[in-house]
């Protein structure tokens, strides 16, 4: 399986949280840093985080920072997200980079995209 899948997405209310799982084969992710975007309705994608192999770093666009945490484990990726709000509706998806380190992670292609799972936060 070279595409990764995500899951874990839904409705939840403002406030609320969600962990979002991206799921793929270790040939896939291993050593590949791996990021998460997401699209809302009539706007561009944009960068969520990104997450490391070896080095674990991390990185958060500002509008996520402190409410949203990235790990990872051999074949998984995780997006835990708190204190969410109107704002943070959209398709996430997963992507896989081609090396092991997140530096210039918005500038640099993506090996693999994941289909996405949609998040609404509503009341």
């Known amino acids: 399986q070279l595409q990764p899948v995500e899951s874990g997405g839904g409705l939840v209310q403002p406030g609320g949280s969600l962990r979002l799982t991206c799921r793929a084969s270790?040939?896939?992710?291993?050593?590949?840093?791996v990021a998460w975007f997401r699209q809302a309705p009539g706007k561009e994608r944009e960068e969520v985080s990104c997450?490391?192999?070896?080095?674990?770093v991390t990185f958060y666009s500002t509008s996520v920072r402190g409410r949203f945490t990235t790990t990872r484990a051999t074949s998984l990726v995780f997006l835990e997200m708190s204190k969410m709000n109107t704002e943070d509706t959209g398709l996430y998806y997963c992507?896989?980079?081609?090396?092991?380190?997140?530096?210039?992670?918005?500038?640099?292609?993506?090996?693999?995209w994941g289909t996405g799972t949609q998040v609404t936060v509503s009341s």
């Open positions: 997450i490391g192999h070896a080095d674990g």
């Open positions: 270790v040939d896939t992710l291993y050593g590949k840093a």
């Open positions: 992507a896989v980079y081609d090396r092991p380190y997140c530096s210039g992670w918005l500038s640099r292609p993506v090996s693999y």
